[in-house]
């Protein structure tokens, strides 16, 4: 089958771990044609950038089309309306079977309608990842953006789109009031993640704890992604100085905002247990979550989560109402500093209990994660 993603609103990236990149890539390993259409930004070691319009055939047999946003009084409405008129004539020529709009709501999704309408055996899904933690934060675009222009659009393609699907619980909440999507319409469709045989997590995980020299009896916590305030960065640095074990290691990766650098550096060099090893690619980070044993992320929510899971590692997550499904006896939900304080200290103490943390993560990740079997429902 000929299978279009449209990522407008995701700024695609080339070998990263986001949903567009693996269930694109796991598309063609089943066998399909597969296109993705995004906007003309891309990440740089988790900075944005502007790159030029392009056409061209990725490494893991996907098509890449970045195209520019129709101009619109200026780039930043421009990125809000998202209007796109090349995609109609895109689809023309690429004929697609499915086509899944990612981030619904824009204008081209309106050029999307109007080629299904003219081509109604086609199947058109599209999905959400806005909620109220990271859209709709001010009055302008709660009202303005969402609660006129988007979802005027989407009621008017709500007709031709077969499944809309939500990635999180928040997402489906976001749906329903901000969108009026019902509920017969949206189905659960989560971030998934890369899941590795049993023997190449361990290959993986003992090379990378040779590397950082780290013996069995470590425990190692990974905690990732662009760091901003409100991924409580300091805050993990502080609960985790407090916990006075030579068996615990911290390992940040990614990158951090100016501000958040300030207020960690010093307490980065005040713990000899803790190190920061910058940006990595995708398939870098993956390795070092499988040799990991504790994923942190006490703040705002990543992807990284779903692929920390994928590995095996237990979780210590923010109690967000989206990370229901995947706390399920594998790790600990925490809000506090002292939250995080006291389950850092109960995993130094008991080391133990990861073993079963981790069997249970990776029976979330097989059960809810498996891009393989994320991939396959687009083609029943």
């Known amino acids: ?58 490494t893991n047999g996907v098509r890449l089309i970045r195209v520019e946003y129709d101009k619109l009084i200026n780039s930043f409405i421009s990125e809000k309306v998202r209007k796109v008129n090349a995609i109609y004539k895109l689809l023309v020529d690429l004929k697609p079977d499915i086509i899944l709009f990612h981030g619904i709501g824009g204008l081209a999704l309106l050029n999307v309608m109007n080629y299904k309408i003219r081509h109604p055996m086609i199947r058109l899904y599209a999905d959400c990842h806005a909620d109220v ?21 989407i009621q008017k393609s709500l007709p031709y789109i077969d499944k809309v699907f939500y990635i999180s619980y928040e997402c489906k909440d976001f749906l329903r009031k901000m969108y009026r999507v019902p509920k017969n319409k949206m189905e659960f469709f989560p971030l998934g993640g890369i899941i590795y045989s049993d023997d190449e ?3 993986k995980r003992e090379r990378i704890r040779n590397e950082l020299r780290l013996t069995d009896n470590k425990v190692l916590f990974v905690h990732s992604g ?12 502080r609960a985790f100085s407090q916990v006075k074990s030579d068996k615990i290691r911290l390992m940040l990766i990614g990158s951090m905002t100016d501000d958040v650098s300030l207020v960690t550096e010093p307490l980065i060099e005040e713990d000899s247990r803790i190190s920061f090893i910058g940006w990595k690619t995708a398939d870098e980070l993956m390795e070092y979550l499988c ?18 899971i994928c590995c095996g590692c237990a979780m210590v997550l923010y109690p967000h109402k989206s ?33 079963k943390m981790s069997d249970n993560s990776m029976k979330i990740a097989i059960e809810l994660l498996d891009y393989k079997k994320l991939a396959a429902r687009l083609y029943e």
């Open 226 to 237: 662009k760091m901003d305030r409100l991924k409580r960065t300091a805050d993990v640095l």
């Open 201 to 203: 997590r361990t290959e």
């Open 1 to 58: 089958m000929r299978i279009v993603h449209i990522a407008l609103a995701s700024s695609f990236t080339e070998g990263l771990s986001y949903q567009d990149n693996l269930l694109s890539s796991q598309n063609a390993q089943d066998g399909h044609n597969v296109t993705v259409i995004t906007n003309c930004r891309k990440y740089e070691k988790g900075i944005f950038v502007f790159t030029e319009p392009e056409d061209r055939i990725m």
């Open 291 to 308: 040799s990991a044993d504790v994923y942190v992320q006490p703040g705002g929510q990543s992807a990284t989560m779903q692929n920390a």
């Open 133 to 153: 933690n990271n859209s709709a934060t001010n009055l302008i675009s709660l009202i303005l953006l969402h609660k006129v222009f988007n979802r005027a659009i």
């Open 323 to 355: 990370h229901k499904p995947y706390l399920q006896g594998n790790g600990y939900y925490v809000e506090t500093i002292e939250d995080m304080k006291n389950a850092f200290k109960k995993i130094a103490d008991d080391p133990s209990m990861l073993k």
